[in-house]
């Protein structure tokens, strides 16, 4: 009779503990300050532009063809800005001192020309029109590294349309055309990293229904590597140790179906997928980072439909808590960027607001 007793006593625990409302996790941020921008800002990336000695911000604003730059203080605010003229549908910007003279350039995909160009920083962050150079049909996303080992900056670029292109820099801000890949399907993103166990920069990209892994060769190409299913339509993937084995994991994040898929590094498998997780309001962009100090690696996504940004605690094994944690921050998240603005060892965010012509800042509490 005991033992019953003790058995009911253990199963009424588990059932509390499981129909127990979960709540959102408390808020790592502040509340978020706007400044404004140009029409419709897609891609955000921090630089330090004009040699301060703090980060400031260039945002891509498609619809009126322009660049807006804010300089950054030192608290993590933005009071100076200018705003550059450029070709037609800026989608994606990165950056790096192409002409190693110092100071960091800015280059610019422009979606509606087919092409880039390239920004040569002049300084005090004055930026006058490089090179121009001619891309594949909708060029996406571009990733930044030495590809081949000659100490000079490297380009890796996809179009919509299965195309990856290879450009070599020559480091005085020009490059050539170096290999050309057929990932396949339509490539929306490419980032660089470490995936296998050599020592040269892999490329991951994400695919229609897949991510795709190039291994670099270390001399400027790479070799296709293997597919993983994915959700449907990926649009971002993030590169990240969720799980705390040292290794880089993937999280894709799916346009159509609210959801993000998480791809753990195996040594004797290369990447298995380790769960689907659901994601509310259209994600489209993500960081990751410990946010909360637990030194467990969380996630924030920008979700275009829910005029959100979606904050979701880690896990230790891999993974995330849920509810989310539900931050207003303008209309229509496009993109999101985590950086330290301020310099207080935590964390902050920039959010692009697509449809207010706003960037937020949330800076870490």
């Known amino acids: 009779m005991r033992r019953l007793f003790h058995f009911i006593v253990l199963v009424c625990v588990l059932l509390n503990a499981a129909c127990e409302k979960q709540e959102p996790p408390p808020d790592p941020f502040r509340k978020p300050i706007a400044y404004p921008v140009g029409k419709r800002p897609t891609h955000i990336i921090a630089a330090d532009f004009n040699q301060s000695g703090f980060l ?107 195309h990856l292109a290879i450009m070599l820099g020559d480091g005085q801000g020009g490059f050539k055309k170096g290999m050309a890949g057929d990932p396949g399907g339509q490539p929306s993103m490419v980032i660089t990293g470490m995936f296998n166990d050599d020592q040269w920069i892999d490329l991951a990209i994400a695919n229609t229904n897949e991510i795709i892994l190039f291994w670099g060769k270390g001399e400027g190409s790479f070799e296709k590597g293997p597919r993983y299913k994915t959700g449907m339509n ?43 997780y659901g994601a509310d309001g259209g994600p489209i962009s993500a960081v990751a980072h410990d946010f909360n100090g637990d030194k467990i690696v969380d996630i924030v996504l920008a979700g275009i439909r829910g005029n959100h940004i979606s904050y979701m605690v880690g896990r230790k094994s891999g993974g995330f808590h849920y509810p989310p944690l539900n931050m207003f921050t303008g209309m229509s998240p496009f993109y999101i960027l985590a950086e330290d603005l301020n310099q207080d060892g935590r964390m902050d965010l920039v959010v692009a607001n697509s449809n207010d012509e706003t960037i937020s800042i949330l800076t870490g509490k």
């Open 234 to 276: 990926p649009l971002g993937v993030v590169a990240q140790d969720f799980n705390g084995d040292k290794r880089p994991d993937l999280l894709v994040i799916n346009g159509l179906g609210d959801s993000l898929t998480l791809f753990v590094s195996d040594k004797k498998e290369g990447y298995r997928k380790e769960s689907d």
């Open 56 to 162: 400031d911000l260039a945002v891509a604003n498609a619809q009126d063809n322009s660049i807006t730059l804010l300089f950054g203080k030192n608290d993590g605010s933005f009071p100076d800005s200018v705003t550059l003229k450029v070709g037609k549908g800026p989608q994606w910007l990165f950056s790096g001192d192409f002409n190693e003279d110092g100071r960091i350039d800015l280059g610019v995909i422009l979606n509606d020309e087919d092409g880039l160009d390239i920004l040569f920083n002049q300084g005090a962050g004055i930026m006058t029109k490089g090179g121009h150079f001619n891309l594949e049909r909708s060029p996406h996303s571009a990733a930044v590294a030495d590809f081949n080992q000659d100490g000079h900056l490297d380009l890796a670029l996809v179009s919509k349309f299965a």
